[in-house]
């Protein structure tokens, strides 16, 4: 898609080749490059002083911290600046230093004016900030999410997309989020898996009405349904996903609640916490 503006967030590990597949993309589409280096530090707990004043005493070790990591990620900002010009990329570099808790709005706010937002393995080092990064993309953004897209080389270019369709509304929404990747595909494959026909009227065929809707935007389309058996749906999706060696696997995320799949588990959850698929989400 011309013209994109694609916001990458990493990690404090991350790295200026790591950033090699949006690059490239970004090259393609003659788009810009926003990249936000993320550094998560420890839950800020403090004690008062004694009454009458009572006044609340920082512990030095958590401004130790928090400054050691705000240099870290200084210096990556730095050098990630540089590598934007070396490249003829136009853009912006940012940094954000705090509690995980704390990232899922600051992120959400950057990416409301981005095509779409890449997260970046290099920010997996910290869970509980990697979960809150994706919740405040995917919920509290309006763009796509590409997760994993160091796992594949042609991730951001595929030329084999598969689509997880159950009919859904986020099913739905991400397909249309992933509209310039299926139309510069080479391949398509509607994947139904232990489809219902009569849950969402979608016909004797699931995935049919979407493969017409496609075909008439000149994707070559294939439908397959599939039984997952004793597998979960999160472990049939890789299993074909490997099987027809696909680039990107497209679905929607979060059909039921998102602490509901983070509690007892789920798909979304699952293909979240897999690093061997790149995945494009859209709630």
């Known amino acids: ?51 009458p004043y009572a006044v609340p005493v920082i512990p030095e070790s958590w401004i130790e911290k928090r400054n050691e990591m705000a240099k870290r990620l200084s210096v990556k900002q730095s050098e990630t600046r540089d590598h934007l010009v070396k490249e003829g990329l136009t853009g912006e570099v940012s940094t954000l230093c705090v509690e995980p808790a704390a990232m899922h709005d600051q992120v959400a706010i950057r990416a409301l004016f981005a095509d779409l937002s890449v997260v970046q393995n290099s920010l997996r080092s910290d869970s509980n ?76 065929n699931p995935g049919a009405d979407l493969a017409t809707w496609l075909s008439h935007h000149g994707c070559t389309v ?12 999160a472990q049939a999706i890789e299993a074909r996903a490997q099987e027809h060696n696909v680039d990107l696997v497209v679905m929607g995320a979060y059909g ?28």
Request: with cysteine.
């Open 1 to 51: 898609m011309k013209n994109t503006t694609i916001l990458v967030l990493q990690g404090p590990d991350g790295t200026t080749a790591d950033l090699a597949p949006v690059v490239a993309a970004a090259h393609a589409a003659q788009g810009r490059l926003c990249v936000m280096h993320l550094g998560p530090v420890p839950l800020l707990t403090f004690t008062m002083t004694a009454a």
């Open 129 to 204: 900030a990697f979960d809150n990064v994706v919740y405040g993309l995917l919920f509290e953004a309006p763009g796509p999410v590409i997760l994993n897209a160091e796992a594949r080389k042609n991730a951001l270019a595929p030329e084999t997309v598969m689509i997880a369709w159950n009919s859904s509304i986020h099913a739905a929404r991400a397909v249309r989020a992933a509209l310039p990747f299926l139309k510069s595909a080479k391949e398509v494959l509607i994947a139904s898996f232990d489809a219902d026909p009569s849950r969402y009227g979608d016909g004797d």
């Open 222 to 233: 294939t439908v397959e349904e599939y039984v997952t058996g004793r597998k979960s749906t």
């Open 256 to 283: 039921r609640s998102h602490w509901s799949e983070r509690f007892f588990g789920g798909t979304t959850n699952a293909m979240v916490k897999q690093q061997g698929m790149p995945v494009l989400l859209a709630h």
